[in-house]
């Protein structure tokens, strides 16, 4: 790991565990080193929170592209996105929950980070006759991270219907990748869906 990352990275985790709301001071001695030191590694303290932020970023999109890896079709790489979202619910809220905390607005944006993922995936799929060739990319995009950002951010959402560990029950979720998944799907795509053993997504 480069020297920066681990800076970013020591930086990371100390955000991951008190949040962005403190001070430079408080941070400066939560990574141990002086005010002076942490402007003059980082900048300022916009910049510090922009790197931090890009830092969770390229770590989101990188387990993303590691778990695509593994996958034999998009169908599967949508559903590795939805658990991807989950996951990093779960062990990084203060980062994902920032990164949609608008994103009723987020797609006026010149670069949106989290539709940009979503958009690959369509668009791939698209080609490999997966998912219809007809759907508005723009408008599917929001309805998916509309949805997903309902079920997993919702303050209302039922307690009973999350597990101890926080994640969402595997029979809302089910119901919820249906309702998310297959209106696009090409026959070819429906079939790809169908041979899925959601079981096993549903417990990654």
């Known amino acids: 790991m480069k020297i920066q990352n681990k800076k970013l990275h020591t930086l990371y985790k100390f955000i991951l565990e008190n949040g962005f709301e403190l001070s430079i ?4 001695f939560g990574i141990h080193i002086t005010k002076k030191t942490l402007y003059n590694r980082f900048g300022s303290r916009q910049l510090l929170e922009n790197q931090v932020v890009e830092f969770w970023r ?3 999109q990188t387990r993303f592209n590691e778990k695509c890896a593994f ?14 979202f989950e996951w990093s619910l ?3 809220p203060v980062f994902l929950k920032r990164e ?19 958009l690959q ?19 599917f995009i929001r309805f998916f991270l509309f949805n997903i950002f309902e079920l997993f951010l919702k303050e209302s959402f039922p307690h009973i219907l999350v597990s101890s560990n926080g994640t969402i029950s595997s029979e809302i979720e089910y119901e919820y990748i249906q309702y998310l998944i297959t209106p696009i799907l090409t026959k070819e795509g429906l ?8 079981n096993h997504f549903l417990t990654m």
């Open 71 to 84: 996958t034999n079709n998009f169908v599967e790489q949508l559903l590795i996105l939805i658990y991807e």
């Open 100 to 118: 949609i905390k608008n994103y009723n607005t987020f797609f006026k944006q010149d670069n949106p980070f989290l539709s940009n993922i979503v």
């Open 191 to 198: 079939k790809n869906f169908e041979e899925i053993n959601l």
């Open 25 to 28: 001071e408080e941070i400066a």
């Open 90 to 92: 779960v062990h990084e």
């Open 121 to 139: 995936v369509i668009k791939q799929g698209k080609e490999n006759g997966e998912f219809s060739s007809t759907i508005q990319d723009e408008k």
């Open 58 to 60: 390229e770590l989101f």
